[in-house]
C-alpha cells in the first residue's frame, strides 16, 4: 500500500496567494483528516471527512481555509489569501471504517512570505 | 469527550537509561490508544497501539507501553535510551474514528 500521499512536500509562497494542499487517504479508508502542526500550538485538528463529507470543521481558523473531497480518494486543502501565520506542516491522515488507527501521510511544509 | 495528558512536555535521559514518558486519558467510550513518533523534518510514525486483549503491547524499536485502566494511563518505556530515540512522542486516544492528540513530550538523549 502506498500509505497517505501529500503533495506539495514543500511550498514557499507570497503572502496574499491562494495555496492548495492535496491528499490521497489510503485506498478503502473512509475517514479522512487534515492536522496543522506549529511550534506555538502543537497538532491541531482543523477538518475531517467521513465518506467524502465534511463532519467536523469547528477548527478551521477561519474562512480563509476551506477543504473539500470531491471522491473517496482526493482532497484539497485551500487556503486563499495566505498570511504568513498559515506557515505550518498541514498533514493529511485516513481512519479505514473497521480499522481503528490513524495513518499519516508527510506533510506539506508551507512557509508564506 | 475524549482528552489526553502528557506529562512533560520536555525529557531528558542519559543514553542507556530508562526512558519513561507519561500518558493519561479520558474517554467515554472504550479507547484505543496509542503511541506516534515524529522525528525531525518527518510525518508521524504509528510506534505501538492497544485496542483490545493484553494490557502490554510492543512496538518498534524495542518500546512497549501498558494500558491500565483503572490509572487511565498508557504510558511508554524503552529500558534503554539510544540516541537514535531523539524525537518527539504523541500520545493519542481514539473513540468512534475521531482521534485526540496529546500535545507531544520530546525527549533528548544525551551521551
Known amino acids: 500500500d502506498a500509505g497517505v500521499i501529500q503533495s506539495p512536500r514543500h511550498e514557499v509562497t507570497e503572502m496574499g496567494q491562494e495555496v492548495t494542499l492535496r491528499c490521497k487517504p489510503i485506498?478503502?479508508?473512509?475517514?479522512l483528516f487534515w492536522y496543522r502542526q506549529t511550534m506555538m500550538r502543537g497538532l491541531e485538528l482543523l477538518i475531517y471527512?467521513?465518506?467524502?463529507?465534511?463532519?467536523?470543521d469547528s477548527g478551521m481558523p477561519e474562512d480563509r481555509f476551506s477543504a473539500k473531497m470531491p471522491n473517496a480518494s482526493f482532497s484539497t486543502l485551500k487556503i486563499q489569501p495566505s498570511e504568513p501565520r498559515d506557515s505550518a506542516v498541514y498533514f493529511c491522515?485516513?481512519?479505514?471504517?473497521?480499522?481503528?488507527?490513524?495513518?499519516f501521510g508527510e506533510g506539506s511544509w508551507l512557509t508564506v512570505v | 469527550a475524549q482528552s489526553v495528558t502528557q506529562l512533560g512536555s520536555h525529557v531528558s535521559v542519559s543514553e542507556g537509561a530508562l526512558v519513561l514518558l507519561r500518558c493519561n486519558y479520558s474517554?467515554?467510550?472504550?479507547?484505543?490508544l496509542f503511541w506516534y513518533v515524529q522525528y525531525p523534518n518527518q510525518g508521524l510514525q504509528l510506534l505501538l497501539k492497544?485496542?483490545?486483549?493484553?494490557?502490554l503491547v510492543k512496538g518498534i524499536n524495542g518500546f512497549e507501553a501498558e494500558f491500565k485502566k483503572s490509572e487511565t494511563s498508557f504510558h511508554l518505556t524503552k529500558p534503554s535510551a539510544h540516541m537514535s530515540d531523539a524525537a518527539e512522542y504523541f500520545c493519542?486516544?481514539?473513540?468512534?474514528?475521531?482521534?485526540?492528540f496529546g500535545t507531544g513530550t520530546k525527549l533528548q538523549v544525551i551521551p
Open positions: 491522515a485516513s481512519i479505514g471504517e473497521s480499522g481503528n488507527t490513524i495513518y
Open positions: 485506498s478503502g479508508h473512509d475517514y
Open positions: 471527512f467521513n465518506n467524502n463529507v465534511p463532519i467536523d
Open positions: 474517554s467515554s467510550v472504550p479507547p484505543y
Open positions: 492497544y485496542t483490545t486483549g493484553a494490557t
Open positions: 493519542a486516544v481514539s473513540g468512534n474514528q475521531k482521534v485526540t
